[in-house]
């Protein structure tokens, strides 16, 4: 099987060493997006940011993952960003496309604008042979239609894609809709971003009509089993209108054995075809080595349990020090 993890977030590895719950507790997934990740992400900086991608990727490493498609997203530490997660990847020989996901939900116009030029400038500056880019936009219900509008022209200046949270939850699609459009897509249609190869990670809220125009378009989508079980964010059976269709870890641990049983019982559960299910595994592979003009780059051997524990030891002090920046957040 493949052991590619297609949608994940590098900057949430340090989430399992003693993140404190939030309080009160979330009761529905925008609350956990307000209560935990996206202050998680604030208080991120550089050096918490590369403790959380060295444990990540070796861990990853570890559990036999080839290649990963990550999502990054640090409003209080923007520029730079990228080169110290590519850093983390080629240094320790993890495969990787990179991006950053501007939004506009902490500083408006201006913070989309920056995320956006991160993305363009890693795009310029990265020569590192394991590492490529992406034009990065968090969820569309925390963008206007004038930065989905710049994304996609930015990533077609760049000769790239979009990779975007679409649907995750129904507040996206109710977003869309008091907009004005008849949906999602129809959103993301209208705004020119249906670019061939762009990664729309999630799509659970998205209808069969919406994800066959997804597939029309050569858009892939990413299926993020582990994470929607712990949001409860419900199963995406349109997906099986498509066969363009990968598996990520959304930020969970890149244990893709596991992705791939969690996907299998949730696809039984939900009565979806099996088949076609079971198909998004190997499709990951695909997605990635379209980066590389069909020839995905090979991952290093898995660091010794020594070195992973060394850098256990830096990561859960930097750990300490972020749970106490978010608890000022």
């Known amino acids: 099987m493949s052991r590619v993890n297609a949608h994940t977030h590098l900057y949430s590895g340090l989430a399992p060493l003693g993140m404190p719950a939030p309080t009160p507790a979330p009761e529905n997934f925008v609350q956990i997006l307000e209560r935990v990740w996206w202050r998680l992400d604030r208080a991120l900086d550089a050096a918490s940011l590369k403790a959380s991608c060295e444990l990540y990727v070796a861990e990853a490493l570890r559990h036999g993952c080839v290649g990963l498609i990550d999502h990054h997203e640090s409003p209080n530490f923007i520029e730079g960003s990228l080169d110290i997660i590519a850093e983390v990847c080629q240094r320790m020989g993890m495969p990787a496309v990179l991006c950053y996901g501007a939004t506009e939900r902490n500083g408006g116009r201006a913070e989309a604008e920056r995320g956006l030029a991160e993305c363009a400038r890693f795009l310029r500056d990265n020569d590192r042979p394991l590492v490529k880019g992406a034009i990065g936009l968090h969820a569309c219900f925390t963008v206007s239609d004038n930065t989905i509008r710049e994304a996609a022209e930015l990533a077609r200046q760049h000769d790239t894609v979009l990779h975007v949270h679409v649907a995750e939850d129904m507040a996206d699609v109710v977003d869309a809709r008091e907009r004005g459009y008849a949906g999602l897509i129809d959103r993301l249609d209208k705004c020119d971003a249906m670019d061939s190869g762009s990664i729309f990670a999630h799509g659970i809220y998205l209808d069969s009509e919406e994800v066959q125009a997804c597939a029309e378009s050569g858009i892939w989508i990413v299926q993020n089993p582990r994470s929607n079980r712990g949001n409860q964010v419900g199963y995406p059976r349109a997906l099986a209108?498509?066969?363009?269709?990968?598996?990520?870890?959304?930020?969970?641990?890149?244990?893709m054995m596991a992705e791939a049983a969690a996907l299998m019982e949730d696809a039984e559960s939900a009565g979806d075809d099996l088949s076609a299910a079971a198909m998004r595994?190997?499709?990951?592979?695909?997605?990635?080595?379209?980066?590389?003009?069909?020839?995905?780059?090979?991952?290093?051997?898995?660091?010794?349990?020594?070195?992973?524990?060394?850098?256990?030891?830096?990561?859960?002090?930097?750990?300490?020090?972020?749970?106490?920046?978010?608890?000022?957040?």
């Open 241 to 255: 209108e498509s066969t363009l269709v990968a598996l990520g870890t959304d930020g969970y641990p890149a244990d």
């Open 281 to 329: 595994i190997d499709a990951s592979a695909v997605l990635l080595g379209t980066f590389w003009d069909g020839v995905q780059p090979k991952a290093s051997a898995p660091p010794s349990e020594e070195t992973l524990q060394t850098l256990r030891n830096e990561a859960q002090a930097q750990a300490a020090r972020l749970w106490q920046r978010m608890s000022e957040i």
